[in-house]
Structure formats: structure tokens, C-alpha cells
């Protein structure tokens, strides 16, 4: 058994939250475990309460079609939320919830240690934008601890406000370069961190 799937194991018995009492299944997060680019959302909705999966609704299948604009599938990545459960009538998730689900998410990103992480939606982006406004900082990075964190609206929005749509098309876009400034920036600390190489041993001349 994976650290990854153990985790989510853990996920799935936890009982924190209220929610634990009407939701139907915990949905802890999918994809590659060793993703270069992680994406995070707010909350499970209706589609992923019913079978344990992440962005499996209208909202996952523009995902799905952002991710394939730059040549990515989902099971190259890694997809999770900011909590686990779904919150009744798809409320916004409450501080307390955040709160609790808090170890599970910086577990992940500890056991994927992705390159990038997109943050989609505001309570995503707050997480790793304190204090910013996503209509401000969508599109924009910045790296802290070797990780690049990308700012986008979630894919949600675009349903209900159809501008947003070719927003987010943009912003996904800028990905690509994005993924190989972090490549080139672990690449750095690699190099850094390497032990320097042994001085070649010095000839001594033959005087005959």
C-alpha cells in the first residue's frame, strides 16, 4: 500500500466534521502520484459525493478539456480539494472545515511534492494567496519553497458566467512555460545541493 492510498484511507475514516453526516463518500483526491502539476478546488459536489472522485461533474469535463488545450490528461496530474466531503446543498465550505481538512491536503502535496500548484477558486487561493482577490491575481504566479503556486478561477464559474470560460482557457495557457521555469528551478536547487565534484589528482611531470 502507497503512502498516498493509506492517506486516503485516513480521509475516508475521519470523522472531524459534521458533514462526515450527509455525505455518501469522502473524496480525498485522484491522479499520478508523482504529478508535476497539482490542481486544487474548494469542495466534492453532488457528482463526486456519489462516487468518490474529484471534478467529475460539468465542472471536471471542462477541466478535462483545459487540461487537454496543453496536452495533459488527467491521470498525469493530480486533482484534489481544500476539503474532502461534500457540504450540504453545495454550502460554502465553513473555516472550521477548512481547518480539520487542513493535514490532509498539506499531506498530499507533501507525499505528490508536485512542481506547480494551480489553485482553483477563491478558498483554494486563499489558502496559498492570503488576503488576495481572484479577479486581481488569476493568471499570475508565485514560487515559495520550490514550488510554483498559479492562481485560476474555478472551472465552476465559467458554467454560470460564460466570459469566464475563455479567462480560464488563457490562464491555463500559461502552464506550459510555467511547468519548465519550475523544472529549471529544481533543476538549480539539484545542482546546488550536489556534493562538488573531487579535484583531479595533479600529474607530476616526468623529467625523463
Known amino acids: 500500500m502507497s503512502a ?9 475514516l475521519c470523522r472531524q466534521c459534521e ?3 450527509t455525505r455518501t ?3 480525498p483526491g485522484e491522479g ?23 471534478f467529475i461533474g460539468a465542472a471536471g469535463q471542462f477541466l478535462d478539456e483545459l487540461l487537454a488545450s496543453i496536452n495533459l490528461k488527467r491521470a498525469g496530474v493530480y486533482i484534489a480539494n481544500v476539503i474532502k466531503c461534500r457540504p450540504p446543498e453545495n454550502r460554502d465550505p465553513l473555516p472550521t472545515e477548512i481547518a480539520n481538512c487542513q493535514k490532509w491536503l498539506d499531506r498530499q502535496i507533501e507525499l505528490i511534492s508536485p512542481k ?4 482553483l477558486g477563491r478558498y483554494s487561493m486563499a489558502k496559498f494567496f492570503p488576503g488576495k482577490t481572484i479577479s486581481k491575481i488569476h493568471g499570475t504566479s508565485q514560487t515559495q519553497n520550490g514550488i510554483i503556486y498559479f492562481a485560476m478561477y474555478h472551472p465552476a464559474a465559467a458554467l454560470h458566467q460564460g466570459n469566464l470560460r475563455q479567462t480560464l482557457k488563457e490562464d491555463m ?7 519548465a521555469q519550475a523544472k529549471a528551478l529544481k533543476q538549480k536547487a539539484a545542482e546546488a545541493e550536489a556534493p562538488p565534484k573531487p579535484e583531479p589528482p595533479v600529474q607530476q611531470l616526468s623529467m625523463f
Open 173 to 179: 495557457m500559461k502552464l506550459p512555460p510555467l511547468l
Open 4 to 12: 498516498l492510498t493509506d492517506l486516503n484511507t485516513g480521509i475516508a
Open 25 to 27: 463518500k469522502s473524496v
Open 116 to 119: 506547480i500548484i494551480v489553485t
Open 32 to 54: 499520478a502520484e508523482n504529478a508535476e502539476i497539482m490542481f486544487i478546488g474548494e469542495a466534492p459536489g453532488w457528482n463526486e459525493d456519489q462516487q468518490g472522485r474529484p
Open 19 to 21: 458533514i462526515v453526516n
